[in-house]
């Protein structure tokens, strides 16, 4: 059994920043790739931004790109989402996903082993 648990939700200001974190555990050998999701009241869960196992690929969905950051530390069993000049709209509960095999997808329905979620809340 894997788990995976993310921190560093929290209240921000319109125009701060945050780093989520997704901590592994358990057989982390059936987490690969990686991706970070996110969910706003009344609206579908959506991808922000993957990152394959070794690092050397990732993705970011358009409506983050140039804002959110992803990355990893494998030798902590860790990956991160830094989250910069929030607005609003990014305001959402953070979900952090895990593939077996395979490079991060932008769709949840190829993961495996999801996170419980953190919360974001941006003020104006």
């Known amino acids: 059994q894997v788990t995976l648990v993310e921190s560093g939700g929290g209240l921000v200001q319109a125009g701060g920043s945050l780093r989520l974190s997704c901590a592994v555990s358990?057989?982390?050998?059936?987490?690969?790739?990686m991706a970070w999701f996110r969910q706003s009241a009344g609206k579908e869960r959506e991808f922000v931004s993957g990152?394959?196992?070794?690092?050397?690929?990732?993705d970011v969905a358009e409506s983050v790109k140039g804002r959110f950051f992803v990355s990893r530390n494998n030798a902590k069993n860790e990956a991160y989402l830094e989250v910069d000049i929030l607005k609003p709209e990014d305001t959402a509960v953070y979900y952090c996903?895990?593939?077996?095999?395979?490079?991060?997808?932008?769709?949840?329905?190829?993961?495996?082993?999801w996170g419980q979620g953190t919360q974001d809340t941006v003020s104006a």
């Open positions: 996903a895990g593939i077996a095999r395979g490079n991060a997808s932008r769709s949840e329905e190829d993961y495996t082993t």
């Open positions: 358990g057989r982390t050998e059936y987490v690969a790739a």
């Open positions: 990152i394959s196992y070794n690092g050397g690929y990732t």
